[in-house]
């Protein structure tokens, strides 16, 4: 790839999150003019040590700097006015996760991208791990046949501590919603990714061990339109192993984890089997599949390299703001479908959700919450 570097920006330079974009900063095709944070002393403070100019009005940032991608860290419920900002300024986006707090702001920063005619692209990063990409491959090679069924189950035990250090986390003013929101973004986007958006959802959001406004712990039941079925399970209450995502389909088995894939086969398609057997009772052999990841690292860089070849050679954006969007509608569908009791289609009712949550950050729901 050339190494031209691109202006950059960052709105947001103070969040914790920074850490895991510094690597990315020293790629050639990225030059730092400045940064921005409403937290002067910490954005100051970055700023020194990278070395450029600091900004408290992101917008006179972009007006004077003039950059050609603007990096969004902020608390998410600032993400969509700050992107449409940075858009119209002219600017490439790249936001953290999740793009939005609500799907209706997504489509206006997709919306606003094409207008611009700019790449909107969403740091999914573990979209780029090795083990991610390979089920990806294998599922799209059809290595499990028609797919049957998903399981989902994610735990990321948090503290008490953990929401004090920042009083904006578990609220629907500060976030917009829970565990969905913040900590389950990165497992919903893989399931959407390797398997595609659901047609339906009915989901319970519940609070059980925080002291906190929104959800701590989520069960949902999928169904997607080729009639395959799935669970979803995330919680920040629940000790346990980080996560675990499980497909099963006529071909084969695959389980996805942090760091590995794992592939077993049929020796026969489910389907054939079922037609074709003369016994009543027995189920084909499950072979396992020796499956060798590629080099590569899931991490930020990986992101920055990505959007930086798109920008410059025209290459496919691995999470644009269309492939964003799907993981936010699933946890605003999850949120809708518990607090009213009822099965959600997708597409989700924007106006319909948009209004629920004013009642949930005014404190005015009556609807069931658990």
């Known amino acids: 790839m050339q190494s031209i570097p691109l202006r950059h920006v960052i709105v947001g330079v103070g969040a914790s999150v920074f850490t895991m974009h510094r690597p990315a900063l020293e790629l050639e095709t990225v030059d730092l003019v400045a940064v921005s944070d ?16 600091f900004y408290t009005d992101y917008r006179v940032m972009l007006t004077e700097t003039r950059p050609e991608v603007a990096v969004i860290m902020t608390p998410h419920p600032s993400h969509a006015s700050i992107a449409l900002d940075c858009l119209q300024a002219g600017c490439h986006v790249l936001v953290e996760k999740p793009m939005a707090v609500h799907v209706a702001e997504a489509d206006a920063m997709i919306a606003a991208a094409k207008q611009a005619n700019r790449l909107l692209a969403v740091v999914f990063q573990h ?18 046949g028609d797919i049957q069924h998903v399981d989902l189950i994610a735990t990321w035990l948090r503290t008490a501590v953990y929401y004090r250090l920042a009083p904006w986390r578990g609220t629907w003013i500060g976030e917009g919603g829970g565990v969905l929101l913040n900590q389950a973004a990165h497992h919903l986007d893989l399931l959407c990714h ?27 039941m999928l169904e997607w339109e080729n009639g395959a079925m799935g669970s979803v399970h995330v919680s920040t209450a629940e000790a346990g192993q980080p996560g675990r995502l499980e497909i099963r389909g006529t071909g084969g088995y695959l389980q996805l984890t942090a760091e590995q894939v794992r592939l077993s086969r049929l020796e026969i398609d489910l389907r054939d089997h079922i037609a074709q ?44 703001g269309t492939e964003g969007r799907r993981s936010l509608e699933l946890a605003n569908a999850m949120i809708y479908s ?6 959600v289609e997708f597409p989700l009712d924007r106006q319909r959700y948009v209004a629920l949550l004013d009642e949930l950050k005014t404190g005015h729901t009556n609807r069931n919450t658990g």
């Open 38 to 53: 409403i937290d002067a002393e910490r954005g100051r403070q970055r700023a020194a040590e990278l070395g450029c100019p």
């Open 338 to 343: 518990s607090h009213t009791q009822t099965a």
């Open 277 to 320: 057997s003369p016994h009543p009772f027995c189920s084909p052999s499950l072979q396992p599949v020796p499956v060798e990841l590629e080099p590569g690292t899931g991490d930020h860089v990986a992101v920055y390299r990505n959007l930086h070849q798109a920008i410059l050679q025209g290459t496919p954006v691995s999470a644009d």
């Open 194 to 220: 390797l398997v595609g958006m659901p047609g339906r959802v009915l989901a319970w959001t519940r609070t059980r061990l925080h002291q906190i406004e929104t959800e701590d712990t989520v069960q949902a």
């Open 127 to 144: 979209r780029h791990h090795p083990a991610v990409r390979m089920a990806h491959r294998l599922i799209q090679q059809g290595a499990l």
